[in-house]
């Protein structure tokens, strides 16, 4: 069966009116006006700054969804330690993104430079490129954040190979203000082999934290109007199977030269594949192949499946990670879109709409202490809690003496996964960590030697 056509009876049948569209009930509000801050390299003491967090209003139509955002997370962002000069500033932004994603029966449109889709918590979604490209002319890279003549756009290099220096703990960076991500959007430390040590001076946050053994959340939405979850999924479309992670189709071609495609076009020579462009810094490096097991993405590194949010079926993207849980090409969307794409970046609503506020028991939920991991533990100049998979909840966070004496308040703020205490001034001994969210607590008991 056409499984383009599968999916369009999916979503005719799943009956997704707007007050029940994912896409207008999923994305992290700000309404307490909650501001970010900033990491400066050398400095482990947060900057504070006085823009708001997350997403400021979501309104919607029979058609459309608009998210008003500015593009700030909830987590920490920076250092970028590449010598890139810009922070995450005010993007003042309003997306507009299909609530009904159509098909795309031809030719898929090529993902590009600059934004291709935005997560939940209003931070942009880059594909896989920084905008440099291999120039034969000087035998060099440029364009982009280079100096110098540009590329001639036929190897095209890969930020998240060639960048990784410049990128903060939470795996992002600025584009002329513009904070972005280009892949999972899970913080380096919470890999299971790191491949940065920027967390080890800068706080392990991101959007939210893998867990191996659940379905990963909605993270966000591609310009096509379609989903984008994290990491892990059913094993089977049909949503049985247990969970598993799902597996990037693409691999690196086997070549020692750079003088064609993958599908035998013979191209501009690009650099010779050494220790200095090895395979896998440029797109081109990459070859396609067709899995037949389920837990595999097509080309456009999705499937058609179930997920919570889907349950009668959606095309969806997935955040492909390899089994050490670091970045995997295409990374989210790309290098073409599935759907047909209609979401962009807009000045103003010119049609009616009406605005959707998340009630509080809309986004009520529960955690256990097996959600939360404390480190370290014990403790010497600081304790953190890290909350696995995404947090959407205000919480309120408390560090005790055993006797209930209150010694420091923080909170847990939705869109981020880790809270902390400066433990220098306290004596050894044991603590508690209380989380409180309404009628739910959590209470982690902690150990601090000095």
């Known amino acids: 069966m056409n499984l383009k056509l599968t ?109 291709i889709g935005i997560f939940i918590n209003g931070v942009s979604l880059f594909d896989y490129r920084d905008g440099v490209s291999w120039n034969n002319q000087t035998q060099a890279e440029g364009g982009g954040p280079i100096m110098g003549p540009p590329g001639q756009g036929v190897w095209n290099r890969d930020a998240i190979v060639a960048e990784r220096a410049g990128f903060d703990c939470a795996k992002g960076h600025p584009a002329m203000g513009n904070y972005h991500h280009h892949q999972n959007p899970s913080a380096f430390d919470m890999d299971i082999v790191p491949v940065s040590d920027v967390c080890d001076s800068y706080a392990a946050d991101g959007l939210y934290v893998i867990d191996a053994n659940v379905h990963s959340p909605l993270l966000g939405y591609a310009w096509d109007g379609f989903p984008i979850y994290g990491a892990y999924g059913y094993a089977n479309p049909d949503g049985t199977g247990g969970i598993t992670r799902m597996k990037s189709g693409f691999q690196l071609r086997n070549i020692t030269t750079r003088t064609t495609y993958a599908d035998g076009t013979t191209v501009t020579a690009g650099p010779p594949v050494n220790a200095t462009y090895p395979l896998g810094r440029y797109r081109e490096d990459y070859e396609f192949i067709q899995h037949n097991e389920p837990d595999y993405l097509d080309e456009h590194n999705g499937r058609n499946c179930v997920t919570p949010e889907y349950p009668a079926g959606v095309y969806a993207y997935f955040c492909t990670v390899d089994e050490n849980w670091n970045s995997a090409y295409p990374y989210v969307v790309g290098p073409t879109f599935y759907g047909v794409r209609t979401g962009a970046k807009v000045t103003s609503i010119t049609e009616s709409v009406t605005t959707y506020t998340a009630s509080p028991t809309a986004v009520a939920e529960q955690i256990d202490a097996d959600q939360l991991t404390i480190f370290p533990n014990p403790a010497t100049d600081f304790v953190a809690a890290q909350l696995k998979g995404l947090n959407t909840i205000d919480w309120k966070v408390e560090l005790l003496d055993l006797n209930g004496k209150l010694i420091q308040t923080t909170r847990l703020y939705p869109g981020s996964t880790i809270a902390y205490f400066d433990t220098r001034a306290l004596y050894s001994g044991e603590y508690l960590m209380v989380f409180t969210h309404g009628a739910t607590q959590v209470t982690k008991r902690i150990s601090i030697a000095k």
């Open 7 to 115: 999916l369009l009876g999916m979503l005719a049948a799943s009956g997704l009116h707007a007050q029940t569209n994912p896409a207008i009930l999923h994305w992290i509000q700000n309404p307490q006006g909650t501001t970010g801050a900033h990491w400066v390299a050398g400095n482990t003491t947060l900057v504070q700054d006085d823009v708001a967090v997350n997403v400021q209003q979501v309104q919607y139509s029979n058609s459309w969804v608009y998210v008003t955002t500015h593009g700030i997370p909830a987590y920490p962002t920076g250092p970028f330690q590449d010598g890139n000069p810009s922070q995450a500033s005010d993007q003042n932004a309003i997306y507009k993104i299909s609530l009904n994603p159509e098909v795309n029966p031809g030719t898929p449109t090529n993902t590009s430079g600059g934004n």
